[in-house]
C-alpha cells in the first residue's frame, strides 16, 4: 500500500525533502513523476533531475513572477495543467511516486481548490505514493494523509537580509 505525504509549515526544507525522497525513490528503482506548481522550473534540482535523471519526469506549472493572490487567468490555466498532468501520472500507472510541489501553496493562492488535491488521493487509491508540499496545507489535506510533516522555522538567515542563494535555496 503507497502512502500520502503532506510536508507543510513556514520553515524551509518542503521542497528539498521531496526532492530528497525522489532521489531515493529514483535510486531504489522508482519512476517519479515530480510536477512543481507556482515556481517556472528553473531552480537547480528541476534542471538536474531533467538533464540528468530519467527516473524523475520533471514538470512546471508556474510563471515567473507570481507570489501571491489573486492569481491571474494565465496563473490559473497554468494551474490547471498541472492538474491534469497529476492526474494523468497517477492513472498512467508509469510512476511509483507523484510530487506536486507547492499543491498547498497553490491552493492558499487560490490557483484551484482543496477538493482537487483531495481527488487525487482518491484516484491514488493507495497505488501511487503521493507527495504534497507547500505551506498553508488545509485541514481537510492533512486528515487525509498518512504522513504530515510540519517545517517550523525557529530562524531564517533572510531575515537578516541574505537572498536566496545558488545550491542552497535555488
Known amino acids: 500500500m503507497r502512502h500520502t505525504h503532506v510536508y507543510t509549515g513556514d520553515g524551509k526544507g518542503k521542497t ?3 526532492v530528497g525522497l525522489a532521489l531515493r525513490a529514483a535510486a531504489a528503482g522508482w519512476r517519479v513523476f515530480f510536477g512543481q506548481f507556482i515556481k517556472p522550473g528553473t531552480s537547480a534540482e528541476i534542471t538536474y533531475f531533467a538533464e540528468h ?3 524523475v519526469t520533471v514538470a512546471a506549472f508556474g510563471r515567473e513572477g507570481f507570489i501571491f493572490p489573486p492569481p491571474k487567468s494565465e496563473d490559473v490555466t497554468a ?3 498541472g492538474l491534469e498532468r497529476l492526474r494523468q501520472a497517477i492513472q498512467s500507472g508509469d510512476y511509483d511516486l507523484v510530487i506536486a510541489d507547492e499543491a498547498n501553496s497553490a491552493v492558499h493562492a487560490g490557483l484551484f481548490g ?3 488535491l483531495l481527488r487525487l488521493i482518491d484516484m491514488a487509491d493507495g497505488r501511487v505514493e503521493l507527495v504534497f508540499t507547500g505551506r ?3 485541514p481537510e489535506l492533512i486528515e487525509r494523509a498518512d504522513l504530515v510533516t510540519d ?3 525557529v530562524k531564517h538567515y533572510f531575515h537578516d537580509g541574505t ?3 545558488p545550491g542552497i535555496e535555488e
Open 163 to 165: 537572498a536566496a542563494r
Open 114 to 116: 482543496v477538493e482537487a
Open 53 to 55: 535523471c530519467p527516473a
Open 151 to 153: 517545517m517550523r522555522c
Open 79 to 81: 494551474a490547471e495543467d
Open 136 to 138: 498553508n496545507a488545509r
Open 16 to 18: 528539498t525533502a521531496a
